[in-house]
């Protein structure tokens, strides 16, 4: 009897935390499995993206692939003002402001849509001499493809933009299925596009650059569309007007700037390294480019949580609920690794196989299947800590301290390591790969402590203050 009320007293204890909770397990679950299928998606399309294109030679998979390079970093711009936008919009729907949250989202929308113009007239007006900058000489077969790609795929930039900004107010407004049928249309659009240009008109590089354009256009006015939906908590319904709001844009920019510059330098960093990659040959290229994408199916998981935790650490904050906050980082922590490891097992044991669905010569196949297990054990052990806690530290607004540690690392141990490996103990590729380890390890420990105590809790009282 005694036993029966305690379970009881145990069991209203439970039901009356988890009403005081912000998210159940079901919404978290509503959150994530789209994320995560949205991000398979993604990975799988570019996979197939470099598989096809490998059907003109390893050329034309060197030159998109350090192209590519360079539309992450612009991809990762607009996903930084995108975050920006979604963190203030998030803080709003914790505080229950919603009609302040929908002039964030069109705010944003607005803004990164114009840079994203601004940027594709640059990069098309000075393609030629950019390349060159961040690759120096390379053949000239690969330049070719490079160029094509480069030009072809800027057009897109606007459309991404476009797509960035609304998908991650859908995903702040805890909607993630949304952005996951959206990816879905975009990528059958690629896939099915590929199909018919690369293999069926045999149009090489551009017949991989079109589609991806055109896709990314489509996923933009269907998502753009769906925002227009007055019974959404964030919807465009009544905020069109064509001015800018300088309050609004900076609370934006001040989650967005400092994000933005720590994923620029990031991806610029990793130009840089493969710049060191580019003197190693078109085999070596070729490899590099074959590990990376097989190690982004590695880090998935991981990547699909980090989004959703964005949203959800934004929500706590803004409602006040800070113990909340780092209670769903422990726990999408804690998933993010058991689900990264089950990865990382089974690309360990079947890279060889899918290293030849790229068919590239037994020299560069070596090397992909080499960089791509060291890969596999590291990202179990320091890939979670070193990307997933800062995501909780930005949606409290501690951008600062986060952005120049984050930017420290990269010159000092990613740039600086991996030119240390290669042209004084000549590791080859895999001291590029080496050097990236460096710089997760030494982020793993600095985000830890910071984590753990409680400055970034109060960054953003001091923001407004």
């Not at 293999?199 to 991806?212: E, N, S």
Request: aromatic share 10%; hydrophobic share 55%.
């Amino acid at each position: 009897m005694q036993d029966e009320k305690i379970r009881d007293q145990k069991g209203r204890k439970e039901k009356k935390r988890d009403e005081k909770m912000l998210y159940s397990n079901s919404d978290l679950k509503k959150l994530i499995i789209p994320l995560i299928i949205e991000q398979t998606l993604a990975i799988a399309v570019g996979m197939a993206d470099t598989i096809m294109v490998s059907a003109a030679g390893e050329a034309a998979v060197s030159g998109v692939s350090l192209v590519d390079t360079v539309n992450i970093l612009l991809i990762n711009v607009f996903s930084a003002l995108a975050t920006g936008g979604a963190v203030v919009a998030g803080h709003y729907l914790g505080q229950k402001h919603k009609e302040e949250a929908s002039k964030v989202a069109w705010q944003i929308l607005m803004f990164a849509t114009s840079l994203a113009l601004v940027i594709t007239i640059i990069f098309i007006s000075f393609h030629d001499g950019l390349l060159r900058l961040m690759f120096g000489q390379i053949e000239d077969d690969v330049m070719q493809a490079a160029k094509t790609y480069l030009i072809i795929t800027a057009i897109s930039f606007s459309g991404l933009a476009v797509y960035n900004s609304c998908a991650a107010i859908f995903r702040a407004m805890n909607n993630a299925r949304v952005t996951m049928w959206v990816s879905l249309l975009i990528n059958a659009v690629n896939l099915i596009g590929n199909t018919i240009l690369i293999y069926g008109l045999k149009w090489g590089v551009a017949g991989a650059a079109i589609p991806t354009t055109i896709s990314r256009y489509v996923g933009a006015i269907v998502i753009m569309v769906m925002m227009f939906n007055p019974s959404r908590d964030i919807n465009f319904c009544g905020q069109v007007r064509f001015r800018f709001n300088p309050v609004l844009i900076k609370r934006i920019l001040f989650i967005a700037v400092p994000n933005g510059l720590e994923n620029s330098m990031f991806q610029l960093g990793k130009i840089l390294v493969l710049s060191v990659v580019s003197t190693m040959g078109t085999s070596a290229i070729a490899a590099n480019a074959v590990g990376n994408t097989l190690a982004s199916w590695n880090i998935l998981f991981g990547s699909a949580i980090n989004l959703g935790l964005v949203s959800v650490s934004a929500v706590c904050v803004g409602a006040g609920e800070i113990s909340q906050a780092r209670y769903y980082t422990r726990k999408m922590m804690k998933i993010a690794i058991a689900l990264t490891t089950v990865m990382s097992f089974a690309l360990f044991v079947s890279v060889p196989v899918l290293v030849k669905l790229y068919n590239l010569g037994p020299e560069a196949s070596q090397m992909a299947i080499e960089v791509m297990r060291f890969h596999a054990v590291m990202a179990v052990l320091f890939w979670v800590p070193a990307f997933t806690i800062p995501n909780t530290l930005r949606s409290a607004g501690d951008v600062i301290w986060t952005m120049v540690l984050a930017i420290f690392s990269m010159w000092f141990f990613r740039i600086g390591a991996a030119y240390l490996f290669t042209y004084v103990f000549h590791f080859g590729l895999l001291g590029v790969w080496a050097a990236m380890i460096v710089d997760w390890i030494f982020r793993a420990i600095c985000y830890s402590f910071r984590y753990r105590g409680h400055k970034w809790e109060t960054a953003m009282q001091r923001q407004r203050a």
